[in-house]
């Protein structure tokens, strides 16, 4: 009668060394980053995430326990076999997660998420994406892992000896009795107890180090709450709770400044413009906004001559959200992209909307494939003339597995400039900077040690970027033509690899060209603000009503309140001119914070009641 009870033992030890051998793995390929972490509090992440382990293993033991508790009572030769392709099956699904995030931790820094649901809806983005050597380590680890755990399998679980089948009452009362009473067990053990609130990722968090709190935490488990937050279904009840109404009319006060001033660095109000989104350009790469002197030499060049934002951070860590916020002045909502959402997003106002009731041409084009995040379709349903992608660039040209070269990409947004009737909005998005780095080599500085590949694609894009100012120079438009520098989303640079810090959201934004008067040449504005102010930003300087763009603040004006909200991974971030915190809504507890102890609470209440009004204005789309 106990035996079936053995066999639920034996599939939860099973899943827990799964889980385990993944851990160790997971530590040889990224040791380079425990280097903070020592040794005692390492293997602590094998005891404190017991707990989150027990739960997971519970839930991939009901099926197979179910399987195995029928081949108690049945000598019918499939019982075994339904039981191992459950459990094989249970197994593969565990590996490919598990063999995943190990491979896209080097990249994302942080454990896989719903993200990978908008990649994969992309197939063919996803292969190009990665490189043969995330192919080949992922294929490696997933082998490792599924060949230990079929022969694991294989000693734990042996064909069970069932005499002939003969009809008994007591089997038949003991079946249901041991049925319920084990899925029952599991249930309870899933949920992490009698407790009102079931386990979550916070048994398994035991330090400062996010890293070993990643190692701690079943993958499994965060990758199947990610994907209920991915279908929205749980989101609200990781939301903060506050007063909606306190929130509404605190942030609303907000956004009352005065929004009328003379701060214009504008010779003209209808300049042409070239907006060039620029992938993953971190300010902490960028030699004249970090440390890294020597990357950035012609970025770091047309900064002194045009109005550098200094304090600019993106709204979240994706491309998609990025461009949305870039354009239409939105802020991100965490685990949410709007440009998947064509019955929301088409309710938000473009700029390039109000460029075309001016009489400006507009066009949009990518040396990539636009499907990603639908940024192509989010840009075609408000109202671009052209949005072009690699569809559009001549086959000829060689190219990376993910994109047309940075170098290709410029020339052919100069042909694309040459060919618009005047005046213009034209804007691009850049790639070579995005894994998998396979951009030709740059001919400045060579970075060695962590982010080195990422860097040394910086350095040639940098080149790219010089090189294109240079030649547009030669044409007649470029003495009218306002050009606007500004990243999608920051990256993992030296000194800056935590996505859940604020510094790793930090990035450029730079008003460059002929148009810019000579007073305003080579000033630095410390103003903080995000993507999501560029539009009030840039149609305040051309005299546009910049009131479409609710939740777009003015950077130019002295009145405007400084502050920037960012997502992270299933939380925020809030940065002010005192300091900046990123809040964990699994967790609840804060990631990071950096204001003085007497502004933290109040701070954090801020960011809430803002996190609170953008999420209510969201769902009113």
Not at 17 to 38: E, M, Y
Not at 325 to 352: T, W, Y
Not at 534 to 554: C, E, F, V
Request: proline fraction near 5%; aromatic fraction near 16%.
């Amino acid at each position: 009668m106990l035996r079936p009870f053995r066999d639920a033992l034996l599939l939860i030890l099973f899943w827990i060394i799964c889980f385990d051998v993944h851990r160790i793995l997971f530590s040889i390929n990224h040791w380079g980053k425990f280097a903070k972490v020592g040794f005692v509090e390492w293997i602590m992440a094998f005891v404190y995430s017991f707990r989150l382990d027990l739960a997971t293993a519970c839930a991939l033991t009901v099926l197979p326990f179910i399987a195995r508790l029928f081949a108690h009572y049945s000598n019918w030769k499939w019982t075994h076999r339904i039981f191992r392709i459950i459990l094989m099956t249970l197994l593969v699904i565990l590996v490919s997660v598990q063999a995943g995030e190990i491979v896209a931790y080097g990249e994302w820094n942080h454990k896989l998420t719903s993200r990978v649901f908008m990649h994969l809806s992309n197939p063919d983005e996803v292969a190009r994406t990665a490189s043969y050597g995330m192919v080949f380590w992922f294929l490696l680890y997933a082998i490792i892992e599924l060949v230990f755990g079929w022969w694991l399998a294989k000693k734990l679980f042996k064909r069970l000896k069932v005499p002939p089948y003969k009809f008994a009452w007591k089997q038949l009362l003991v079946f249901p009795l041991q049925l319920t009473f084990g899925l029952a067990t599991l249930f309870l053990l899933l949920r992490g107890g009698w407790q009102q609130i079931p386990i979550n990722i916070a048994a398994a968090a035991y330090t400062d180090k996010p890293i070993a709190n990643d190692l701690s935490i079943n993958s499994l488990y965060f990758f199947g709450k990610s994907y209920l937050l991915y279908n929205r279904s749980t989101i609200d009840e990781y939301m903060p709770k506050v007063d909606k109404q306190l929130a509404e009319k605190t942030v609303k006060k907000w956004y009352s400044y005065p929004k009328k001033h003379d701060q214009y660095f504008l010779k003209n109000t209808r300049p042409n413009v070239v907006v060039i989104v620029l992938e993953g350009w971190s300010a902490k790469a960028i030699g004249t906004l970090g440390p890294n002197k020597g990357a950035t030499p012609n970025f770091d060049n047309l900064s002194k001559k045009g109005v550098l934002f200094t304090n600019v951070y993106s709204t979240s860590t994706t491309s998609e959200i990025g461009n949305s916020s870039i354009f239409s002045g939105n802020p991100a909502v965490p685990e949410v992209s709007i440009s998947m959402q064509p019955e929301k997003h088409r309710k938000l106002h473009s700029i390039n909307e109000d460029m075309e009731s001016w009489g400006y041409h507009t066009s949009y084009i990518f040396s990539g494939d636009l499907k990603y995040g639908n940024i192509g379709g989010y840009f075609m349903d408000h109202g671009f003339d052209v949005v072009k992608d690699e569809a559009d660039f001549p086959s000829n040209l060689k190219r990376g597995k993910l994109n047309f070269y940075d170098r290709d990409l410029y020339k052919f947004l100069i042909k694309e400039i040459n060919s618009h009737k005047k005046p213009f909005l034209q804007c691009a998005f850049t790639g070579s900077t995005h894994a998998p780095y396979d951009q030709p080599k740059g001919k400045g500085k060579r970075f060695t040690g962590e982010e080195a590949d990422f860097m040394n694609s910086l350095v040639y894009a940098d080149e790219c970027l010089g090189e294109f100012i240079r030649k547009c120079k030669k044409y007649s438009w470029y003495k009218n033509t306002l050009f606007v520098l500004v990243a999608d989303h920051g990256h993992a640079a030296p000194t800056s690899v935590d996505p859940v810090s604020s510094k790793f959201y930090h990035i450029p934004l730079l008003f460059f060209g002929e148009p810019i008067k000579e007073n305003y040449r080579g000033k630095r504005m410390d103003v903080v603000g995000s993507q999501a102010d560029i539009a009030a930003t840039l149609i305040y300087q051309m005299k546009g009503d910049a009131s479409r763009y609710p939740w777009s603040k003015d950077l130019m004006n002295p009145e405007v309140p400084q502050f920037a909200f960012h997502t992270v991974v299933r939380g925020f971030g809030w940065v002010t001119p005192k300091g900046s915190f990123t809040w964990s809504m699994d967790l609840k507890l804060k990631f990071e914070d950096t204001f003085d102890p007497k502004d933290s609470k109040q701070e954090i209440s801020n960011g809430t009641m803002f996190l609170s009004s953008i999420y209510e204005a969201y769902k009113r789309l």
